[in-house]
């Protein structure tokens, strides 16, 4: 694609979305992506907009860096002081931080990547069915869909739209 369209649904305070930036700013291809972040609540938004998070969360997020295989240092991407970091504008440029509810709104067009992790788990099953649904709809041709370790397509009417390419159970 000359063009890659993220949707990180149920984003939170904006954490995965700017692990996602910076992997996209490690494999050179930054500039040709946009990373839509939602959630339902306007203050983990506003929060994630922000993106300055207090010094005790530096330690893990250095520690899934280098887990994740990091090129680089952490430090790359934020800067300390006061007790907090802060992400590097640079990389808040590409990210669109916007409110949307899975439950009711509509599809988010067009993805070729959707992640919503630990969201589904609080669903009940008709409720996880009409997301997933949503997810199918919003994707291109070929697109991936990621969730969370606790979450699971089985049992659901609509599984068979989804092809499990990786699991990590």
Same mark, same amino acid.
């Given at each position: 694609?000359?063009?890659?369209?993220?949707?990180?649904?149920?984003?939170?305070?904006?954490?995965?979305?700017?692990?996602?930036?910076?992997?996209?700013?490690?494999?050179?291809?930054?500039?040709?992506?946009?990373?839509y972040a939602t959630d339902i609540n306007s203050k983990v938004l506003d929060h994630a907009r922000k993106g300055?998070?207090? /010094?005790?969360?530096?330690?893990?997020?250095?520690?899934? +860096?280098?887990?994740?295989?990091?090129? #680089?240092? @952490?430090?790359?991407? $934020?800067?300390?002081?006061?007790e907090r970091f802060m992400?590097?504008?640079a990389l808040k440029k590409n990210i669109v931080f916007t409110a949307h509810d899975l439950v009711t709104d509509q599809v988010f067009g067009e993805m070729q990547l959707v992640i919503c992790r630990n969201v589904l788990i609080y669903f009940r099953? /008709?409720?996880?069915?009409?997301?997933?649904?949503?997810? +199918?709809?919003?994707?291109?041709?070929? #697109?991936? @869909?990621?969730?969370? $370790?606790?979450?699971s397509?089985?049992?659901l009417p609509n599984q068979n739209s989804f092809r499990i390419v990786d699991s990590a159970v």
């Open positions: 694609h000359p063009f890659i369209k993220i949707w990180h649904a149920g984003c939170s305070t904006g954490e995965e979305a700017y692990s996602m930036a910076i992997l996209l700013q490690e494999e050179g291809l930054a500039d040709r992506a946009v990373i300055i998070y207090h /010094e005790k969360m530096l330690a893990p997020a250095r520690e899934n +860096y280098r887990a994740s295989g990091g090129k #680089g240092q @952490l430090e790359d991407f $934020i800067s300390t002081g006061y992400i590097d504008p099953r /008709e409720l996880q069915a009409r997301v997933l649904t949503l997810f +199918y709809q919003s994707l291109d041709m070929g #697109g991936f @869909l990621g969730l969370g $370790i606790k979450e397509l089985s049992a």
